[in-house]
């Protein structure tokens, strides 16, 4: 049984930061691409950052320049700094493991969610 495990989520008032991560735990041979997605209240869940095992990387428009995403392969975690938080970065983040090597094959996973306040 795969989990992904997020955790640094906050309240924090504009132009701040935070951090968070995501850990994969279970049976897992390796992970293809982790993943941050983000569903702001009455909007659909989107791309924020991604990256690839080898470490390459997707940002989303709205995010380039502000926020940065990086993995630890030896510990299956995934993290995402977010600075110069605006306001309408407020939502449930999601992290995201896709095509993880499983005994049973390749898998798709997702957390449960961590929530992101940017709020004076």
């Known amino acids: 049984q795969v989990q992904l495990v997020e955790s640094g989520g906050g309240l924090v008032q504009p132009g701040g930061s935070l951090r968070l991560s995501c850990a994969a735990s279970g049976s897992i041979f390796s992970i293809a691409v982790m993943g941050w997605y983000r569903q702001a209240p009455g909007k659909q869940r989107e791309l924020v950052a991604a990256i690839s095992s080898r470490g390459r990387t997707n940002y989303a428009d709205s995010v380039k320049g502000r926020f940065t995403i990086s993995r630890d392969n030896a510990k299956n975690t995934v993290y995402l700094q977010m600075n110069s938080l605006k306001p309408e970065d407020t939502a449930v983040y999601y992290c995201?493991?896709?095509?993880?090597?499983?005994?049973?094959?390749?898998?798709?996973?997702w957390g449960k969610g961590t929530l992101v306040t940017v709020s004076s």
């Open positions: 995201n493991a896709d095509g993880v090597k499983v005994t049973s094959g390749l898998m798709d996973y």
